[in-house]
């Protein structure tokens, strides 16, 4: 039983879909088994297109291609994307690379690798095919800004030498890659910078915020706040963001990016705790840990170039998502407590 997908993708056609007005392509999708890449691979095969996956299994999940292995247009490639390779795609989306803090950490200079060896074999794969190429950046690009909210113009303040530097610099040297290569190579680039986004295909221990409290609060165990809890953030869900990395892939070649997607609602940590625990109905508490070092203080997208370039806003409320996330992990946590049960 598909339990864990309930929030997932319906049912997907089989055939050659309603590709819309671009027609069907083939679409290479890096990092496609993690959270967002599993979304964005279901979305493509059911707008009609061909999707190949390359992902190394480093955080992504089997679980995560259910509905999509034995698709007749689905094809999965275990490989490093640090390592070069050759695939025919119209359009490649880079996905590739772990986004929670405990993951990213855990092998920083495998970070770095993935972030910049793998923004360089994109794009000499998009140089010598002419394919697209879109690189998943990240509201990181802005560390712990002092400007607020953060526009796309704003450079960041960033430590280059902290725990989180693997991550952020690694991400900035990709758009810098990326934007070498249009210049001098005339390379097709599209750029987005992801702020938080959660939703349903979470890993469960994936050490996020959202399924870190969602998990705690479903389990009765104590929520961890680190710091006081006072720090921001601006929560996305899942859907409203891949249909923003649609758009953009299929905006004209003028918009090229950064362009920052995210949810502008901005948040506390104790209100996000305070939330979920409310939803959940749980007797969960809430206890105090450490704020891990460089934790940025507050974060919210100005989202206004997403709206004046692609027509995109959000369009899920916090609460409205937190549900349907709750929900799937809810199922997730019966099924594996079931799979335990001898
Ligand atoms: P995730 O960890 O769930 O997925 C990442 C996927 O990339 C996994 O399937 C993993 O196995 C794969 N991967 C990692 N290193 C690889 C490598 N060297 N070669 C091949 N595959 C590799 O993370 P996610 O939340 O789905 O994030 C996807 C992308 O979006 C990442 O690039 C991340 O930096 C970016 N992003 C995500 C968020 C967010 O809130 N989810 C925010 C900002 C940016
Ligand atoms: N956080 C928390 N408890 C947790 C996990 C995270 O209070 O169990 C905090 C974390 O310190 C940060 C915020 O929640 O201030 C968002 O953390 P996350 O790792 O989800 O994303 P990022 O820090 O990369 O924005």
Known sequence: MLHANIERAAVLPGGPGPAGVFGTRRILVTGGAGFLGSHLCERLIGEGHEVICLDNFQTGQERNLRQLSGHPRFELIRHDVAEPFSVEADEIYNLACPASPPHYQ??????LKTSVLGALNVLELARTTGAKVFQASTSEVYGDPHMHPQPESYWG??????????????KRCAETLFFDYARRHDVRIKIVRIFNTYGPGMHPEDGRVVSNFIVQALKGEDITIYGDGSQTRSFCFVHDLIDGFVRLMNSGPEVTGPVNIGNPGEFTMLELASLVVDLVNSPSRVVF???PT?????????ISRADAALGWKP?????????????YFDALLRETATAATP
Request: net charge neutral; proline share 13%; glycine share 6%.
């Open 157 to 170: 303040h960033v430590n280059p030498i902290g725990p989180r530097s693997c991550y952020d610099e690694g």
């Open 106 to 111: 855990a092998d920083p200079i495998h970070t």
């Open 289 to 291: 840990r450490p704020l």
């Open 294 to 302: 460089d934790d940025p203080r507050q974060r919210r997208p100005d």
């Open 315 to 327: 369009r899920v409320q916090l609460a409205d998502g937190l549900r349907m996330t709750i929900s």
